[in-house]
T-cell receptor, first 115, second 112 residues
Framework: GAGVSQTPSNKVTEKGKYVELRCDPI?????LYWYRQSLGQGPEFLIY????????DSGLPNDRFFAVRPEGSVSTLKIQRTERGDSAVYLC?????????????FGAGSRLTVL | SQKIEQNSEALNIQEGKTATLTCNYT??????LQWYRQDPGRGPVFLLL?????KEKRKERLKVTFDTTLKQSLFHITASQPADSATYLC???????????FGGGTRVLVKP
């Protein structure tokens, strides 16, 4: 696609529920990143995929968070047993392979609210 | 661990003046330093990057400096316009294979 697409744009859920957030990166971009942004803060790194594999998942806060990218394009961020503290905007970004610097193209984000 | 600091206070500036934002970092030697713009409800948008061996970079009304001794980057918006009002994020870039680490951002409000 022309840009990075994220769905849903807004998700309201209850504490304890399971949530999936989807990211469709720019076609041909091999690297895909997930960030989390709380109000008034900068984006906080969660996980980075190179192709189908997670190259760095050091930012995932705990084992309730999991992300997959089975075919090397679309990625899904999965959050189990959601907590109120998980409320944030979840940003996805992708990057072309042909770049030494990590210049990222972001989607508009998925705003998650846990009641 | 690496730490990035941007002024969390909003910068209010009169149209036509130069806005100057600061990004300080510790415990890291990035290969690049990047600046992004973020509007409300949108994802960050890349503006400029500067390499560790560059002192200054310009793009239209934007200028970035990078002092690896001071571990500081300055971001300037000259002849500012109300349309420049946004949050500006700096990010440390360790180059390919590394994640991009963001500062907390500085909100700029340009008044007509």
């Amino acid at each position: 696609g022309a840009g990075v697409s994220q769905t849903p744009s807004n998700k309201v859920t209850e504490k304890g529920k399971y949530v999936e957030l989807r990211c469709d990166p720019i076609s041909g971009h091999t690297a895909l990143y997930w960030y989390r942004q709380s109000l008034g803060q900068g984006p906080e790194f969660l996980i980075y995929f190179q192709g189908t594999g997670a190259a760095d998942d050091s930012g995932l806060p705990n084992d309730r968070f999991f992300a997959v990218r089975p075919e090397g394009s679309v990625s899904t961020l999965k959050i189990q047993r959601t907590e109120r503290g998980d409320s944030a905007v979840y940003l996805c970004a992708s990057k072309s392979q042909n770049s030494g610097a990590n210049v990222l193209t972001f989607g508009a984000g998925s705003r998650l609210t846990v009641l | 661990s690496q730490k990035i600091e941007q002024n969390s206070e909003a910068l209010n500036i009169q149209e036509g003046k130069t806005a100057t934002l600061t990004c300080n970092y510790t415990n890291y030697s990035p290969a690049y330093l990047q600046w992004y713009r973020q509007d409300p409800g949108r994802g960050p948008v890349f503006l400029l990057l500067i390499r560790e061996n560059e002192k200054e970079k310009r793009k239209e009304r934007l200028k970035v400096t990078f002092d690896t001794t001071l571990k500081q980057s300055l971001f300037h918006i000259t002849a500012s316009q109300p349309a420049d009002s946004a949050t500006y994020l700096c990010a440390l870039d360790g180059a390919a294979g590394n994640k991009l680490t963001f500062g907390g951002g500085t909100r700029v409000l340009v008044k007509p």
